[in-house]
Structures are given as C-alpha cells and as structure tokens.
C-alpha cells in the first residue's frame, strides 16, 4: 500500500465540505450579527501556555497534548484547543485597552493525542468563540441562545443543554474541601488516577470517565448546593432568561469539564444521536484565566463546537447545493474556440459554468451535465456554430431556446440574474 496519512488524521473531501462550508458560513454571520471579529490564531505555541491554563492534573494536559522540542531545544505544542492561545493573545494585543471588540471567534484544527474513534479524532477542528469584559449573566445567556439558535437553523434542534455552576474563588474553596472529605471516606474504589487527583486537584475526579470513578461521582456533595449569593443570583439569572425564551435544558451538577479554568456557568450541548462522543459543543465562564496567564482581571466566557461531530448531525439533504449554473457542451473544435472564451467570462461574472474539451457524443456530454446537476446546458455543434446559434436547454423543464452566438453573454447572464431572482 502507498503513503497513507497519520491515523487520527483525515482528509476533508469536497463531498463534505459542502456541509463544511455551509455550517461554516452560517457561524460567521451569525457571530457577526452579534459583532463578533474573527481572530486567526498559531497552531503553535509554548507548552507553558497550555499547562498553565487548561490545567497539569487534567486528560488534555497529562496524556493528550503533541508536545516536542524545536531545533532550539523550546518546548512546543500543537493547540489542544483554542481559549487559550485567545487569551495569550488578547492579553499579547492589549486589546483590553483597545476597547471595543472584546468578542472574538476562531475557527481551526486542534490536536490532541486521543484514541480514535467515531467522533474523535486526533486532529479535529473547532468553531469557537470568547467574550472578554463582561461578567453580567446576561451574556451567559446570550452565548446560550445564539448556540440554540445556531444549532436550530442548522437542523440540528435535538442537541441538549447541560448547565451547572462551578461557583467563583471565594465559594469553590468550601466545595473543593467538601467533595474532598467525601472522596477520602468513600473513594477506595477509584482508579489510580482518580486517587492521585483527589489529594491536588479533587474537582478532576467529577471528569473521569471510568464506570467506577463515575458510581463514586454519583453520590458526592453537589456544587450547586455550596454557591455563594453572588453565584446563585448569577446561576438563577441564567436560567431565568433561558426559561423566558423557553430553551430546554438540563441541570447536571456533577459537570465539571474537562479544563480547569472553567468557573460559574459551564455547559455542554450534548446530542443524543451522536453515541458515545456525543457532546457537539461545550464551554463555559473563565473569569480568572486572564489575570492568570498575566493579563488585568478580566471576566471572561467562551464555548468551542466541534465540526466533525457537528458536521455529522446536519442532514445533508438540507445543505444549499453549490452546483455550478451551467454546462458548456462543445462538440468539436469550432464550439470549443468559442465556448472557451465565454467559460472565462461567465465565470468572472459569477456564473458558475463548466467546459468539456475533448467529446464527441451528445449523449455522453448530456449524461455529464446531469451528473454536475446543472440547470442549464449550452450545446454548441459544428451544425450550430455554421448558422450563427446555440442551443439552450433547461435542464428540468427541458425546454430549449436557440440564442445567437454574438449575444451569448449577455443572454445566458439574463437567465441566471432570473435563476438567482427566483
Ligand atoms: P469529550 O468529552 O468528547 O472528550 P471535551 O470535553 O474534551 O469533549 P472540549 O475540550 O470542551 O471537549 O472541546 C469542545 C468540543 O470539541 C467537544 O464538545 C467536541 O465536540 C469536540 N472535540 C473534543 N475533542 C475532540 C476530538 N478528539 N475529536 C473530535 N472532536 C472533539
Ligand atoms: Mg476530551
């Protein structure tokens, strides 16, 4: 067998990135109606970036990160996800000062070291997104809704959301001690890791993925009952404003995340349909990472979709077909000397328009313009070149029209100006 790519690592065919570029376009001018700015971001960076923010007890941090030394010996890595990398930047920009745009949205592979399967990849791309400066439960909510929205415009209503609240520094420390002594009295059955991560980092014990770390999960102290009064208001405000536009979702306690800077609102939107990768989207409220990494204290909230899974829950029977409008056929060298020019034209008008070169057949070039999905055919013959016409041909109604060679142009543009009006 020939070269084959990375396992983990996929090619994106054009049959799909219909759908791609779709789900894709739809995001940006949803995010831009809520004046969000796209930002472009290394797949690179230090190691440090990530470890310091997404947390050193967590999966990603621990077993899942491309990390290598460059030939200067500086430790890299491949973004296992982008907030991070927004953060450095934001805080790298003095967009803090700068005002205005503290909404930003990103789109691009992520890498991280997973065993693959349906769903999960090791190289997998996010839509995302983060908003800088504003801690009012308002914009909770509004990242929410747009979500819904979004997901309800793809077709893909069914996706679920999962809430909680991790609460903020001056709560989370009596919860942290809570779920602790729990877990001291009746964590002998956790796995290895889980015993490990009970002393440092108790919290990461609620992620485990295991059958028995999840049984202990199950019964520990709930979060949710140790929030503050600033917290609960912000938790209460949330769901309040879900509930008056009638947003469906799920209050799960137990949700953590798989990050650690994540603090008060944290969600998942979680798509049955997908099996066991089955959460689409998931983010949540960062109010300390940018003070952390460096930056002035700055309240924070983002989410990342992943695409593959998105892409896989939108019915691609619903997906705006991009077939080109028209279908040049020239039989023998006389149409082709003529129709070669006018592909050129059409296509720098906007007019979608293919050629063939070389084929004799009517019937063979027919049957290829029904397999491009054409609307129209042009058949230009030597017959037809000789009286100074071509043929027009509808491909559904199947009518046809003779037009004059000196005014094509102008005449296949009128038909697609009234296509497009339709
Ligand atoms: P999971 O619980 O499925 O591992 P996660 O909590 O690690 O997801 P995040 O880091 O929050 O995921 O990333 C946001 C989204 O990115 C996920 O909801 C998922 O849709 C997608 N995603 C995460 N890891 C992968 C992967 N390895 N392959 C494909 N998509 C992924
Ligand atoms: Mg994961």
Redesign the pocket.
């Known amino acids: 067998m020939g070269l084959q790519a990375i396992k983990g690592f996929n090619d994106i065919l054009p049959a799909e990135m219909n759908t791609w570029q779709w789900v894709e376009n739809v995001f940006r001018q949803l995010l831009s109606s809520y004046n969000y700015g796209e930002i472009r971001l290394p797949l690179l960076e230090y190691t440090e970036l990530f470890s310091r923010s997404i947390g050193d007890d967590t999966?990603?941090v621990e077993k899942e990160m491309y990390t290598f030394h460059d030939r200067s010996n500086r430790s890299l890595t491949l973004r296992?996800?982008g907030t991070a990398s927004v953060v450095r930047a934001f805080i790298q920009h003095g967009m803090a000062a700068t005002g205005n745009i503290n909404k930003l949205y990103y789109l691009g592979p992520?890498f991280?070291y997973?065993r693959p399967q349906k769903?999960?990849?090791?190289q997998?791309y996010?839509l995302g997104a983060e908003v800088f400066g504003e801690e009012d439960y308002h914009q909770d909510a509004e990242i929410l809704i747009m979500l819904a929205r979004y997901f309800h415009v793809l077709g893909v209503g069914s996706a679920k959301l999962n809430l909680n609240s991790l609460g903020c520094k001056h709560c989370r420390p009596a919860y942290r001690q809570a779920l602790q002594d729990y877990l001291q009295r009746h964590g002998e059955y956790l796995c290895g890791d889980c015993q490990r991560r009970m002393q440092k980092n108790p919290l990461r014990v609620l992620d485990c993925k295991r059958p028995d770390c999840r049984k202990v999960v199950a019964e520990v102290p709930k979060i949710l009952d140790y929030l503050g009064v600033d917290c609960q208001a912000h938790f209460d405000g949330v769901i309040r404003l879900l509930d008056e536009v009638g947003i469906d979702y799920h209050v799960n306690p137990f949700m953590v995340?798989?990050?650690d800077y994540y603090t008060r609102t944290t969600f998942?939107?979680i798509a049955g349909d997908l099996g066991a990768?089955?959460?689409?989207?998931?983010?949540g409220r960062y109010d300390r990472l940018v003070e952390e990494l460096g930056g002035k204290p700055t309240p924070a909230i983002g989410f990342?979709?992943?695409?593959?899974?998105?892409a896989m829950l939108v019915d691609s029977d619903s997906v705006p077909v991009s077939a080109p409008f028209i279908y040049l056929a020239a039989l023998g060298e006389s149409a082709l000397n003529i129709l070669y020019p006018l592909r050129h034209k059409l296509n720098q008008a906007g007019v979608g328009a293919v050629l063939n070169y070389r084929q004799k057949s009517l019937k063979n070039l027919m049957k290829k313009a029904d397999r491009n999905n054409v609307v129209y055919t042009l058949i230009a013959g030597d017959q037809e070149i000789e009286q100074g016409a071509a043929i027009l041909r509808n491909m559904k109604t199947k009518e046809q029209q003779t037009i004059p060679l000196n005014t094509l142009f102008t005449n296949i543009r009128e038909v697609f100006d009234g296509h497009q009006n339709n």
């Open positions: 999966d990603i296992p996800e992520m991280r997973e769903g999960r990849y090791r997998f996010q995340r798989g990050l998942e939107f990768q089955n959460a689409v989207a998931a983010g990342a979709i992943g695409m593959e899974r998105l």
